[in-house]
């Protein structure tokens, strides 16, 4: 685990977190700056630096996918929508690098994104 990796320590608890689901492989929690009613940081428990770090074939975005979804229905967003995004590098958007799916939802999403 990074030292450094502020979404590492969360994983190891040495930062609290708002935890709305955790498994094995995956943790979710609430973002500390929300950007919708709902706003949910999807992250693999293991460090993995950003979606290009991860090597063909691999399950993480389908995991990670799946636990945003089944979120989604708990949270009854399901049904009016939701967005679901991967900020990746600089230009991206990218503020922490350990891989996280936003599930954002609760309001109407406008488009393009800033
Ligand atoms: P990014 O900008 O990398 O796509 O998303 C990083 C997200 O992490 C941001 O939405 C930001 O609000 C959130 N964030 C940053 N620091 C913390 C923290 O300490 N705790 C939680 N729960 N979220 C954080
Ligand atoms: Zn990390």
Do not use: Y
Not at 46 to 61: K, N, R
Request: hydrophobic share 40%; aromatic share 4%.
């Amino acid at each position: 685990m990074p030292e450094d990796c502020l979404f590492c320590r969360i994983v190891s608890g040495s930062i609290p977190a708002t935890k709305v689901h955790e498994d094995a492989e995956t943790l979710a929690f609430l973002d500390i700056h929300p950007q919708a009613r709902t706003h949910v940081l999807v992250i693999p428990k293991a460090h993995v630096g950003s979606v290009l770090d991860l090597p063909a074939g691999s399950p993480v975005m389908a995991r990670l996918t799946e636990v945003a979804c089944r979120l989604a229905r708990e949270g009854k967003i399901a049904e009016s929508g939701f967005r679901l995004a991967v900020n990746t590098g600089t230009d991206g958007g990218q503020t922490v690098g350990h891989l996280h799916l936003h599930l954002l939802g609760g309001r109407r999403m406008t488009w393009p994104p800033g």
